[in-house]
């Protein structure tokens, strides 16, 4: 990564992945190592939960067992003091503030989580599938977290969305202008790079990095933010599934599910 607190050089963007490899590298070097990198300065911005994933939480009976797919910092394990809530997550350094907080975690990849089939009775995953590289990776996380519900559970998943402006209301990201503004980056067809996204603007391309800056550098976050219909697209492809709502909150694509017997 660049040491310096400009965007890096186009010559070096990352490229669409056109493998499992070509996927698993770039989202090990623009999700895991930024996200271990900046676990403090992330989890610092972190507070305030949002209100419609509190809301599925309070609809579970007491003493469910719930676990929320990368649940960095923690912020969802303390809703309800009479559910069991387990997290897991990809980063050490998130985990490590949850271990901190005294909530019950672990370290796993989303596509394939070290936990028995039909286990849990609610699952959450919040912001994490928006950084996963492929349709078909994205397609595995979704089927996992389907094999952990038990039959009759049920799963939130939200996603950024492409449209930051739906029914003609602006989501805050875009209405919370930046005031510091960023060089615009277009897309080299010949390469296919990934373009970077300029922060608290609309997204030109549904695969960008998107900016976080510290002190002395600028790091690059891998999103693939999620058009309207996306993800019902991808959960058609599981026989198990029965969509309960779908809804956009605020400039995320968000979905809830039943998993049938």
Sequence with gaps: MSSSSSPPHQSILPTI???????????????????????????DTRHKPWPRVVEFLRSFPSHSLILDVGCGNGKYMNIRNDLMMIGCDRSEGLLSICRDRQYQVFLSDCMNIPVPTNMFDGVICIAVLHH??????????LKEIVRL????????????????EVENKKST?????NTKTCPVHTKNEQTNEIIIHTPRTEFQQPDCLVPWTKPTEKLLRYYHVFVKDEL??????????????SYN???????IFMKMA
């Design 249 to 255: 909150d605020d400039g995320n694509w968000c979905i």
């Design 232 to 245: 019902e697209h991808i959960l058609s492809h599981i026989s198990q599934v029965k969509i309960i709502n």
């Design 17 to 43: 992945p056109k493998s499992d490899l070509d996927a698993c590298q770039l989202e090990q070097e623009h999700v895991h190592k930024v996200y271990n990198n900046i676990a403090h300065n992330f989890s």
């Design 149 to 164: 519900l038990k039959p009759g559970g049920q799963a939130l998943i939200t996603v950024w969305a492409k449209e930051q």
């Design 132 to 141: 996963i590289s492929t349709e078909n990776r994205r397609l595995m996380a």
């Design 173 to 177: 990201y875009i209405t919370n202008k």
